[in-house]
């Protein structure tokens, strides 16, 4: 996975748009930066402002995605956070500098990617192995493949997440806990039996369960201008502690 980070500095005027393979670093020491994370080398930007730490920031690939981490106060998209997924366009702030993240496009060596990538699309008997991507499953019944022209990417449509709903967008299903490796069916969905326990999931209003999750959104991953939110593990197991609290005080366990 290749990536390109575009940011002006903010003294000089100097625009820089190089390319990476993650993992990056970002911040005002080169030394004290981490030259290796789990093995791989580091690519290191320096941001030379007071406002920046040594090492304020780290981009890695988790799961076919980009997150950032960071080690001080960072923003995606306008809102602060200390981890986050990062999606094409999206735009860093660390300190004064804006980086804004795009994903870089496998060069693709058919003649027609495009017309192979419908022919895997339309369900042909065959999968179509598209360069520079996994092989996609021929059969998808609950999710479409976007021919991104611009991109030359597939991209799953697939709806995902708990209390907010939000496109999948993975470029690949291999090992995606949604859809199974792309074989799972509309009527597969993962919630079915939270929301046979929770009919009221989706209401946000003052009085509902799920209103304070939804007045407490920034503090998750909260993207402000797709109103998307990622929960993670950390917020399974804060659901199920409340849960455990809210058992034990109604009925009186001790």
């Known amino acids: 996975m290749q990536i390109q980070l575009v940011w002006t500095d903010p003294t000089s005027g100097k625009t820089y748009q190089p390319h990476f393979q993650p993992p990056v670093a970002l911040g005002q020491s080169f030394n004290l930066m981490p030259a290796t994370h789990q093995g ?7 941001l030379h402002d007071d406002a920046v730490q040594a090492f304020h920031a780290l981009l890695e ?4 995605s980009v997150w950032l981490c960071s080690q001080a106060d960072s923003q995606i998209n306008g809102v602060t956070v200390t981890e986050g997924v990062l999606t094409h366009g999206d735009r ?6 804006e980086l ?7 060069p693709t060596t058919t003649e027609d990617p495009l017309q192979d990538q419908a022919s895997a699309i339309s369900g042909d008997s065959r999968s179509t192995s598209l360069s520079g991507m996994a092989q996609i499953p021929t059969e998808r019944p609950a999710q479409t493949a976007q021919a991104n022209r611009s991109s030359r990417e597939w991209v799953c449509d697939r709806k995902i997440g708990f209390l907010f709903k939000r496109n999948c967008d993975r470029t ?4 995606c806990p949604y859809c199974l490796d792309g074989q799972s069916k509309l009527n ?5 039996l939270d929301y046979d326990l929770y009919p009221g999931y989706g209401t ?4 509902s369960w799920g209103y304070e999750y939804y007045r407490d959104r920034a503090y998750y991953c909260y993207n402000r201008e797709s109103r998307n939110v990622d929960f993670t593990e950390a917020d399974a197991a804060s659901f199920e502690e409340e849960l455990d609290t809210d058992y034990e005080m109604n009925f009186g366990a001790s």
């Open 40 to 46: 791989q080398a580091v690519s290191r930007i320096v």
């Open 61 to 64: 690939v988790r799961q076919s």
């Open 92 to 97: 860093i702030q660390i300190g004064p500098f």
């Open 100 to 106: 804004t993240f795009t994903l870089v496009p496998k």
């Open 172 to 175: 690949t299903a291999l090992g």
């Open 188 to 192: 597969q969905d993962p919630y079915w």
């Open 204 to 207: 946000y209003r003052p009085g």
